[in-house]
């Protein structure tokens, strides 16, 4: 228990961490429409994806045990279906669907990471839903079915934007799967769109698998290998790299039509493929194995982003502050000279003033003032528009990229920060923005070298199985925002609050073997 003890605590920390630094910058930055800690307190979750054909239905299936998934050769199912599983109907019973939910439930839920998708509207609430099922194969995880893609219809044609659901449900997801089948190895038009510029920008590279799916339909190997060939030909110019990426290679043993002692002549070959299948299997099963690094992944690349969205934002202030002082300054001694020389001017035009006397000298500083405060109403409001439209120009000169790295990250971001500086017209507090960037600033450096430290030491403990049993992430109840600095003892520590009822659940849980230590809360 020494190591599932552990990963559930890390995984608490990590999201409570979230919760406390991230969430409310993100929020109030617009980085984020909803909390971000809801798209990771749920389970695991594997995506699949697929021609209309490439059996993702009929592989649901083989993986679970039972015909839960309507399966044929033409569409049969438009509908993303999340397949969970039901610790209330012991596994012992046949397997079958024990409860369905629709998208509305879904999307409402706080219990499910779901709520990033209501901007997709009603129309796609209604081809959402969920189906728990009492398969032992989804203790640890849970599944995401999908409708298959097409070369008929265009994304508009299906009542919501297909691929903005696919990237958000593979920003969710711990491991993508896309699925393609011997007669249509990768040339389905959705399926260049969802690999080129959908998923390659949602998700990391090493969480996609490339499956060829229903292989069984190859009459012999010759066969396969054309249709294994045609598929590496067809990504290589989808992906658009040199290198090919790795193909799993399965078929449903359900489904197939084999003699009943297994695959003979020509199809020998399955025989020896059977390495690959449970290979595949292995690696869904092993999806909660990827949480952790996920979750870690998560609040780095979260972390950078918003430490890049803050430092942009201090930026533009110090200098706007600068650019004020200066003009400021200008309209001060303008105002001055100007008051001056009237009043030295004064007796030449009749008027009883002169610069030794009380009244003048009075004088003279109302107009002064009465000066100021034109300058700063008219020309210095001028002038910090043309500063605040430069600024909007030349938006890659608010931060240094001198790296790739930074480069990215602030592409990531560049819209956010155009954004919210049009709408606020640069009208901020500069305090409370370098409060937040302080905060950020420290997790992005050295809260990530803790979590990296905590996930070395977890790799020290030797696991008690070959498949680490995870279940369901518990809610975590991290700390509240401290408005005392991100230095300060957060006030979640003191004792009988949420943050301390959380460290108590955390101890009790581990008090049986190692717990990690993440210092931010």
């Known amino acids: 228990m ?139 995880l849970a599944l995401i079915d999908t409708p298959g893609m097409l070369d008929s219809i265009t994304e508009r044609d299906r009542g919501y934007n297909y691929q903005d659901v696919i ?82 290679l ?29 290979k595949l299997r292995t690696a869904v099963l092993e999806a909660p194995r990827y949480r952790l690094d996920n979750l870690a992944t998560f609040v780095e690349t979260h972390a950078e982003r918003l430490d890049h969205l803050l430092e942009a934002l201090v930026c533009y202030r110090k200098q706007l502050r600068k650019h004020n002082l200066k003009y400021g300054l200008i309209g001060v001694l303008t105002a001055a000279a100007t008051a001056a020389a009237l009043i030295f001017a004064a007796p030449g035009m009749g008027i009883p003033f002169t610069p030794a006397d009380p009244m003048g000298l009075f004088a003279g500083a109302g107009i002064a003032v009465l000066l100021f405060l034109f300058w700063i109403s008219v020309p210095m409001r001028f002038m910090k528009s043309i500063f605040h439209r430069g600024r909007l120009k030349k938006l890659d000169n608010l931060i240094s990229l001198e790296t790739q790295t930074r480069r990215d990250v602030w592409q990531a971001i ?25 905060a950020v600033h420290r997790l992005y450096s050295e809260g990530s070298l803790e979590i990296r430290k905590a996930l070395n030491e977890l790799s020290t403990i030797k696991p008690e199985n070959d498949i680490l049993p995870l279940h369901g992430l518990p809610d975590a109840a991290g700390p509240q925002s401290d408005s005392n600095g991100p230095d300060a003892e957060p006030a979640a520590d003191a004792p009988g609050t949420r943050g301390d009822r959380a460290r108590e659940d955390r101890q009790n849980r581990t008090e049986s073997g190692p717990s990690p230590r993440l210092t931010f809360l």
């Open 250 to 278: 399965t078929y449903s043993t359900r489904a197939a039509k084999l003699p009943e002692g297994g695959p003979v002549g020509d199809q020998i070959f399955l025989y020896y493929l059977e390495n690959q299948r449970k």
């Open 414 to 438: 560049r819209g956010l920060v155009y954004k919210y500086l049009q709408k606020t017209q640069g009208r901020f507090s500069l305090n409370h923005v370098r409060h937040q960037y302080a």
């Open 2 to 140: 020494y190591r599932e003890n552990y990963i559930t605590s890390l995984r608490m920390e990590l999201v409570a961490m979230v919760e406390k630094y991230l969430t409310p910058v993100a929020r109030e930055y617009g980085y984020s429409d909803v909390p971000l800690e809801s798209t990771i307190k749920w389970r695991p979750m594997v995506l699949i994806l697929g021609n209309y054909s490439s059996g993702k239905s009929t592989l649901i299936n083989e993986f679970l045990g039972a015909d839960i998934q309507a399966i044929g050769q033409a569409p049969t199912d438009d509908s993303f279906t999340i397949i969970t599983h039901d610790a209330t109907v012991p596994d012992t019973d046949p397997v079958h669907v024990t409860e369905e939910r629709d998208g509305k439930f879904l999307l409402h839920d706080p219990e499910y990471p779901f709520e990033i998708l209501k901007k997709h509207g009603q129309r796609f609430a209604s081809h959402f839903r969920m189906k728990k099922i009492n398969s032992p194969f989804l203790k640890n």
């Open 167 to 248: 990237g958000d449900l593979a920003q969710l997801a711990d491991l993508v799967l896309v699925l393609f089948d011997p007669h249509k190895a990768g040339t389905v038009r959705e399926a260049h769109t969802s690999l080129r510029e959908t998923i390659s920008t949602r998700t990391f590279e090493d969480r996609v698998l490339f499956v060829l799916n229903r292989i069984d339909e190859c009459a012999s190997l010759s066969d396969l290998l054309q249709v294994y060939g045609t598929l590496c030909w067809n990504l290589s110019q989808i992906t658009g790299r040199k290198d090919i990426p790795a193909i799993h």
